[in-house]
């Protein structure tokens, strides 16, 4: 078979043809049209994307900028307020600032968060991109993280409660009902306590359904003094009074006593007894330090006075009375007798002489 014949046989529109110029032409002056009539529209919106941006970047520094001005402002009050009196009734200059620091960081997170998600939702509308599926897509996406994670949502927003409502902080002696001990570390989903054997707690801020902080504000010691139900009362009042008086000018009492020592009078009357009620207001913490010290000084005074303290043993009023050795004997009875007329009653019949 000739070459010719092969040639004749193939399909003409198979074979590839070279473009021309004029096609090039056409195909530059497409081009050219095409970026004429859309230049203005992708111009305007790489404009607005760039103003969106600008915009966000503006208002994210100048949020941050004020949250860290109103921080410094509340280190600068607490460092005025430190050695004052209204210092001592506060919480102390490291525990607000480090309050202050971890409510910064919330808030600036927070901000971050909140004009950046924004901006970037705006850049995907700028470009008509349908924000709907997407939105939807995260709310999915929210609820399951939401119930998966719950108690981690749930620790990390009581832990922003709690440092906002300034609950407790680091140094304060707190009863968290799952735990008790001295604050460590204050954290926003953790919080450490050191307890009394020096362990050391983890307990979940979700966890805490209650809190007691025995180290804000002041305190109280109260101490109960046992006598004897005959003791002169004066005479205690007097011996308790005195004892407060002097415990009030010594080192280092005067400090951590907030008040003076009062005698509140008779707690319980019994007839073994009397219990007389102590109290004093103390600094934070320091109430059980204060109650020893006071029952030591009371404890001498009262030997000193001679005023003994009873209690735990009860008093035997009166002597069990002795007992009659005949009690338990019956009287006598009267059948006992031959010659008694209930004898001679109860006397068989004799039979009659024939």
Not at 30 to 42: C, M, P, Y
Not at 165 to 183: F, I, K, P, R
Not at 188 to 209: A, C, H, P
Request: hydrophobic share 45%; proline share 5%; aromatic share 4%.
């Amino acid at each position: 078979m000739s070459l010719s014949v092969l040639l004749s046989a193939a399909d003409p529109g198979e074979a590839p043809t070279a473009p021309t110029l004029q096609d090039a032409q056409e195909s530059a002056t497409n081009a050219a049209s095409w970026v004429e009539e859309n230049w203005s529209t992708w111009l305007a919106i790489g404009l607005r994307v760039l103003l969106i941006l600008v915009i966000a970047a503006v208002l994210r520094v100048a949020i941050r900028r004020a949250i860290t001005k109103l921080i410094d402002r509340m280190n600068r009050t607490a460092s005025a307020v430190d050695g004052t009196a209204l210092g001592g009734l506060l919480v102390n200059v490291e525990r607000r600032r480090q309050r202050s620091h971890a409510i910064g960081s919330v808030l600036r997170s927070v901000a971050s968060f909140l004009i950046m998600g924004t901006a970037a939702l705006m850049v995907l509308a700028t470009f008509e991109i349908n924000l709907a599926p997407l939105l939807a897509s995260a709310g999915v996406a929210g609820v399951a993280i939401g119930f998966g994670a719950r108690n981690l949502v749930t620790d990390f927003l009581s832990g922003v409660f709690m440092i906002l409502e300034d609950q407790y902080g680091v140094g304060d002696t707190v009863d968290a009902g799952v735990a008790s001990g001295e604050v460590i570390e204050v954290g926003l989903r953790v919080t450490k306590l050191r307890g009394d054997n020096g362990e050391i707690w983890y307990v979940r801020n979700g966890e805490v359904k209650r809190i007691g902080n025995l180290s804000q504000g002041w305190a109280t010691a109260g101490v109960d003094v046992t006598v004897r139900p005959d003791e002169d009362l004066e005479k205690v009042r007097r011996t308790l009074l005195a004892v407060g008086e002097e415990m009030s000018k010594d080192e280092p009492w005067n400090e951590r006593l907030w008040g003076p020592i009062e005698v509140l009078g008779l707690d319980s009357v019994q007839l073994d007894s009397m219990v007389v009620r102590v109290s004093a207001k103390t600094m934070p913490g320091k109430a059980l330090s204060v109650e020893r010290e006071l029952r030591w000084r009371i404890k001498l005074a009262f030997d000193a006075a001679d005023i003994p303290i009873v209690g735990g043993i009860p008093v035997q009023l009166e002597a069990e009375q002795e007992t009659d050795p005949t009690a338990g004997v019956a009287p006598p009875s009267a059948y006992s007798s031959s010659s008694s007329p209930q004898s001679e009653r109860a006397a068989p019949i004799a039979p009659p002489v024939k």
